[in-house]
């Protein structure tokens, strides 16, 4: 089984960032805290881990004047990818089939339910082919 690279996993301060930046697409400081929900965290805390994420290659920033606009570097399907990825190499063994049947058992699927879900996926496979 090909082993996969361990991703950089961010913390729920900075991930809760990271989901501002892309919402955004673009921000400073203050248009994170407008959409960041309460209890917002204070205005200090968000260029702390702003610099972190910086730091770590997830954002970059350019300045006009003293402020800051960051820019997410790093897209959300691209982490979401990275950390399902470490997801299933660490809990699962890197097998979707036995992680698809944890949720599915866990979550009470109908049999109905999980051929839709199938249907789906072949579907959407299907079209990203034809691509």
Known sequence: MKKSPTPVQLTKAE???????WTLKQATVQDILEVLEAPK????????????????????????????TYLPLIKKEQYSRSMLSGFLHNYFNGSFATMASFFA?????????????????RKELTEEQKK
């Open 15 to 21: 991930e809760q960032i990271m989901q501002a930046l």
């Open 41 to 68: 965290p204070a205005r200090t805390t968000v260029s702390t881990v702003l610099t972190i994420l910086e730091n770590k290659g997830f954002v970059s920033h350019t300045t006009a004047g003293r402020v800051n």
């Open 105 to 121: 058992k866990d979550n009470n699927y109908s049999i109905e339910e999980l051929d839709q879900m199938i249907e789906q996926t």
